[in-house]
């Protein structure tokens, strides 16, 4: 996997676990703000799919946060 491929994958993961942070913590003013950090958070989630290989919905945040601890690779897994 190519350096820009990385550092997109790790930016993707960054803002994935910052989105479902805010969501599960409260992080926003109505429900109008929540639905549009789920709808941010679906696309960061189906392009994190598509580069990582990881399907299972429950398994992408602690997949994210692993990638940012360094505790993983970036190479793409099998779904």
């Known amino acids: 996997m190519d350096d820009a491929t990385t550092a997109h994958i790790k930016t993707l993961a960054a803002e994935y676990v910052e989105l479902v942070d805010m969501m599960r913590g409260g992080q926003y003013a109505d429900d109008e703000e929540y639905r549009q950090l789920s709808s941010q958070r679906t696309l960061i989630h189906d392009e994190l799919i598509r580069l ?28």
């Open 52 to 79: 990582t290989g990881v399907t299972e919905r429950k398994a992408m945040y602690g997949h994210c946060r692993a990638l940012l601890a360094g505790e993983i690779g970036q190479a793409p897994t099998e779904g």
